[in-house]
């Protein structure tokens, strides 16, 4: 058997297999006493409900990885990756129109596969826990707007990387780190008025003693933005959630419109502290470096197994292209890119520990931002005892009852 196969069939079993491990004890790890921390928060009955969403949640997931593997191993083996290629090869198109052609069809194939996953994640489970608020128009314009999106964005950038692996050798991965990298600051700056109002709407925030309070902290904290927003979350659901989006003085705060709603003043001002402390802690230009230097990893990796024969064999291939390298590579890239994730998580998590801290030097309101934190994870019925292994391998945030107490550590020492 092909060495290659061999590899991938492992990686992609062995991922499998991990993630019913992470999950099988992620489930097991559910307490059924309520947190003291939590106690007047949330009661016993809508704990419960919490649970039983973490539980479905799972399953689903489970349910979902069973059937992609199912579908994927055969369609590898059985040699349906070459059947698209001798498909698309038939129109004698230039080798980056065929490549195009090639690639956005296996990504509508895998999207059509996904569709029925999202439709029974959205109007089943999310509805079924009083989160979904997307009607089927909202669900049908996004698919659509995505896959706009997706040509727009994706077309010229897979056109550039078919072309200077075709055109500019072993240089090729130098080029295109460069191109990718500038390319990704202009997504920065751009999607705060092109690419996020396809989706949601958003509105200046109304006059009065919330914008006063947030006007004040943010001078005071002599952090520039381009002004306060609030998004229509509630549009897809009831969850809550804020966030900062755009780059330098076009950076704009973003709150959804139901955790104005349901979050005091104080409240809103420490969520808000706490997004302001990941800028003035470098958290995003260090997120970002670490991007960079990834797509760099990734670009060097991918050109050592360009036109790989044995690769191609692999996936019975009869014809070798540069767009088939391109997916092929992905699938022996999945254990560096869990790796990494692993990695950059641990950094992810210490820098949601500092922001927090951020929030008590420069607001003073523990208490608050406690109250905040808590409500957050009650309105979004947050695990709130997740197993160690699945925090380590996928949280990208410290449990909520870490961050708690860590805050109540924080206020106990500035007190002494």
Same mark, same amino acid.
């Given at each position: 058997m092909n060495l290659f196969l061999i590899i991938i069939l492992v990686i992609l079993i062995g991922k499998y297999l991990l993630n019913i491990i992470i999950e099988h004890f992620n489930i097991k790890n559910l307490n059924p006493e309520l947190p003291n921390e939590f106690k007047g928060y949330i009661d016993e009955r809508k704990y419960k409900i919490s649970q039983n969403y973490t539980r479905e949640n799972s399953k689903f997931g489970l349910i979902r990885s069973t059937i992609?593997?199912?579908?994927?191993?055969? @369609?590898? *083996?059985?040699?349906?990756?070459?059947? #698209?290629?001798?498909?698309?090869? !038939?129109?004698?198109y230039s080798e980056i129109v065929t490549g195009? $052609?090639?690639?956005?069809?296996?990504?509508?194939?895998?999207? $059509?596969?996904?569709?029925?996953?999202?439709?029974?994640? *959205?109007?089943?489970?999310?509805?079924?826990?009083?989160? !979904?608020?997307? *009607?089927?128009? *909202? @669900?049908? %314009?996004?698919?659509?707007?995505?896959?706009?999106l997706s040509i727009i964005i994706g077309v010229p950038i897979l056109a550039l990387i078919l072309w200077f692996f075709s055109e500019t050798g072993k240089l090729?991965?130098?080029?295109?780190?460069?191109?990718?990298?500038? @390319?990704?600051? #202009?997504?920065?700056?751009?999607?705060?008025?092109i690419i996020m109002p396809l989706f949601n709407k958003f509105y200046p925030i109304e006059e009065g003693e919330l914008k006063d309070a947030?006007? !004040?902290?943010?001078?005071?904290? !002599? #952090?520039?933005?381009?002004?306060? @927003?609030?998004?229509?979350?509630?549009?897809? %659901?009831t969850k809550t959630n804020a966030f900062f989006t755009g780059f330098g003085k076009s950076r704009r705060i973003v709150f959804f419109d139901t955790l104005i709603k349901k979050n005091s003043i104080d409240e809103i001002l420490t969520i808000l502290a706490h997004e302001m402390g990941h800028y003035k802690l470098k958290h995003i230009f260090k997120t970002m470096i670490e991007s960079i230097l990834e797509t760099g990893l990734v670009l060097l990796i991918l050109s050592l197994f360009m036109n790989n024969r044995e690769l191609f064999n692999a996936f019975r291939m009869d014809n070798l292209s540069i767009y088939a390298s391109l997916i092929f590579f992905g699938f022996l890239y999945s254990p560096i890119s869990i790796l990494l994730s692993i990695v950059t998580n641990i950094f992810s998590r210490k820098y949601e520990f500092e922001a927090d801290r951020y929030v008590l030097r420069s607001t003073k309101k523990g208490e608050a931002f406690v109250s905040a934190l808590k409500k957050l994870s009650v309105d979004n019925l947050s695990n709130l005892t997740p197993h160690p292994l699945k925090v380590f391998i996928l949280y990208s945030h410290p449990p909520v009852l870490e961050r708690i107490n860590a805050i109540k550590d924080n206020v106990v020492r500035s007190a002494n």
């Amino acid at each position: 058997m092909n060495l290659f196969l061999i590899i991938i069939l492992v990686i992609l079993i062995g991922k499998y297999l991990l993630n019913i491990i992470i999950e099988h004890f992620n489930i097991k790890n559910l307490n059924p006493e309520l947190p003291n921390e939590f106690k007047g928060y949330i009661d016993e009955r809508k704990y419960k409900i919490s649970q039983n969403y973490t539980r479905e949640n799972s399953k689903f997931g489970l349910i979902r990885s069973t059937i992609n593997i199912a579908i994927i191993i055969p @369609f590898i *083996t059985f040699g349906g990756f070459n059947l #698209f290629d001798r498909i698309v090869r !038939n129109y004698n198109y230039s080798e980056i129109v065929t490549g195009i $052609i090639y690639v956005f069809m296996l990504i509508f194939i895998s999207q $059509i596969i996904e569709l029925p996953f999202s439709i029974y994640s *959205t109007f089943i489970i999310e509805e079924k826990y009083g989160f !979904n608020k997307t *009607t089927i128009k *909202t @669900f049908i %314009s996004d698919i659509f707007k995505s896959l706009l999106l997706s040509i727009i964005i994706g077309v010229p950038i897979l056109a550039l990387i078919l072309w200077f692996f075709s055109e500019t050798g072993k240089l090729a991965p130098l080029y295109l780190w460069a191109v990718i990298t500038l @390319f990704q600051i #202009f997504l920065t700056f751009i999607a705060p008025y092109i690419i996020m109002p396809l989706f949601n709407k958003f509105y200046p925030i109304e006059e009065g003693e919330l914008k006063d309070a947030i006007e !004040n902290y943010t001078k005071k904290e !002599n #952090f520039k933005m381009k002004g306060i @927003f609030t998004m229509d979350g509630s549009k897809r %659901s009831t969850k809550t959630n804020a966030f900062f989006t755009g780059f330098g003085k076009s950076r704009r705060i973003v709150f959804f419109d139901t955790l104005i709603k349901k979050n005091s003043i104080d409240e809103i001002l420490t969520i808000l502290a706490h997004e302001m402390g990941h800028y003035k802690l470098k958290h995003i230009f260090k997120t970002m470096i670490e991007s960079i230097l990834e797509t760099g990893l990734v670009l060097l990796i991918l050109s050592l197994f360009m036109n790989n024969r044995e690769l191609f064999n692999a996936f019975r291939m009869d014809n070798l292209s540069i767009y088939a390298s391109l997916i092929f590579f992905g699938f022996l890239y999945s254990p560096i890119s869990i790796l990494l994730s692993i990695v950059t998580n641990i950094f992810s998590r210490k820098y949601e520990f500092e922001a927090d801290r951020y929030v008590l030097r420069s607001t003073k309101k523990g208490e608050a931002f406690v109250s905040a934190l808590k409500k957050l994870s009650v309105d979004n019925l947050s695990n709130l005892t997740p197993h160690p292994l699945k925090v380590f391998i996928l949280y990208s945030h410290p449990p909520v009852l870490e961050r708690i107490n860590a805050i109540k550590d924080n206020v106990v020492r500035s007190a002494n």
